[in-house]
């Protein structure tokens, strides 16, 4: 898969940031279903854990290579950023496999540790971006707002 491609320079910026609200919205889509307490949205939430998984894999492809053009503390932090998410989709794969076995609490349980994780990777995500300014960006992107 080409390196421009997954550094977003077809988009203008990184594609990873816009890639991670859907595992994530799809997660907190089905915690939101599992503490309403309803038996009906089980299957629902099952759905969107599951969801989050396949959205989760070209997330991290994306991540990987953003990852790949940072030095020094930002590299740093990217690899805790890597450890909690992957610790997340530990989390929610076993939330997956709990749910389909009929074991729905535990797998609420899974995935409500799931979300924690998935918490502090995003926090670390944040100040990679913000705090560290990694992300690939088109050079247009560089210039002051009034000189465009």
């Known amino acids: 898969m080409s390196r421009r491609l997954l550094h977003g320079h077809w988009l203008g910026h ?10 994530v919205g799809a997660w907190t889509s089905a915690a939101l279903l599992d503490l ?35 030095e020094g503390a ?3 932090v990217g690899v805790l950023h890597a450890a909690s998410n992957t610790a997340a ?7 997956f496999a ?8 535990l797998g609420v349980l899974l995935g409500l ?3 924690a994780a998935a918490g502090a990777g995003g926090f670390l995500g944040g100040h990679l971006v913000i705090a ?3 992300g690939s960006r088109h050079p ?6 009034d000189a465009a």
């Open 89 to 95: 989709l530990a989390l929610y794969s076993s939330s």
């Open 36 to 70: 309403s307490g309803r038996r009906e949205l089980r299957p629902a939430a099952r759905f969107l854990v599951g969801a989050g998984l396949v959205a989760a894999v070209p997330t991290a492809v994306t991540g990987l290579a953003e990852w790949g053009r940072t």
């Open 113 to 115: 540790g799931g979300a």
């Open 98 to 105: 709990a749910r389909r076995a009929g074991r729905h609490r």
């Open 74 to 76: 930002a590299r740093r």
């Open 132 to 134: 560290r300014k990694v």
């Open 140 to 145: 247009v992107f560089d210039r002051p707002a």
């Open 14 to 23: 990184a594609v990873h940031p816009l890639l991670t609200d859907v595992p």
